[in-house]
T-cell receptor
């Protein structure tokens, strides 16, 4: 069974500072990995994905994530945080193939607060 | 990009009534649609998977007679919460899988806030 862990319930960062939201995964084979952002009372918005290729993935709104196979991590990063980045962030995985390969597995979410 | 809409965006109803939530893929055909439930400050919980023209597959612990899912076309799935009770109050989110994609990417709707009085 696959699982996704987001070890931090909340991350606080000052505006202008770099931010990191952590994600580790436990998936057999090579997973597809995603980051989504959710603003209050809204659905999930896609930020970026890792499918194959370069380990550093660039996404929307200046976010990027690095796929690290040896550490089974896919941390979300941004060089300079904005107050408007404050939201709930979800890491998710899809298995590469096989039964259930269409079902996303979500982490529990990390609340990011960017302090002015 | 692929857009998924949900209607209504929020609904308040009395206990015992039934509520229907629609999920539409606006500019693509969705082979499969998913229904999630999200409690405050928690992650998304998959309730069921629906494939066009066939019965939905429910996750363990989800009552299929309580949460009726119909996937009548490649662009529309509906979730009906029957005889709703206050404990059914939640944020319901649907997603749709884009037909023909090499990998099974899902696109999410904006969610529906259900409050049962």
């Amino acid at each position: 069974a696959q699982s996704v862990a987001q070890p931090e319930d909340q991350v606080n960062v000052a505006e202008g500072n770099p931010l990191t939201v952590k994600c580790t995964y436990s998936v057999s084979g090579n997973p597809y990995l995603f980051w989504y952002v959710q603003y209050p009372n809204r659905g999930l918005q896609f930020l970026l994905k890792y499918i194959t290729g370069d380990n550093l993935v660039k996404g929307s709104y200046g976010f990027e994530a690095e796929f690290n196979k040896s550490q089974t991590s896919f941390h979300l990063k941004k060089p300079s945080a904005l107050v408007s980045d404050s939201a709930l962030y979800f890491c998710a995985s899809l298995p590469y193939s096989g039964a259930g390969s269409y079902q996303l597995t979500f982490g529990k979410g990390t609340k990011l607060s960017v302090i002015p | 990009g692929a857009v998924v809409s949900q209607h209504p965006s929020w609904v308040i109803c009395k206990s015992g009534t039934s509520v229907k939530i629609e999920c539409r893929s606006l500019d693509f055909q969705a082979t499969t649609m998913f229904w999630y439930r999200q409690f405050p400050k928690q992650s998304l919980m998959l309730m069921a998977t629906s494939n066009e023209g066939s019965k939905a597959t429910y996750e363990q612990g989800v009552e299929k007679d309580k949460f009726l899912i119909n996937h009548a076309s490649l662009t529309l799935s509906t979730l009906t919460v029957t005889s709703a009770h206050p404990e059914d109050s939640s944020f319901y989110i649907c997603s749709a899988r884009l037909r023909g994609r090499a990998y099974n990417e899902q696109f999410f709707g904006p969610g529906t806030r259900l409050t049962v009085l």
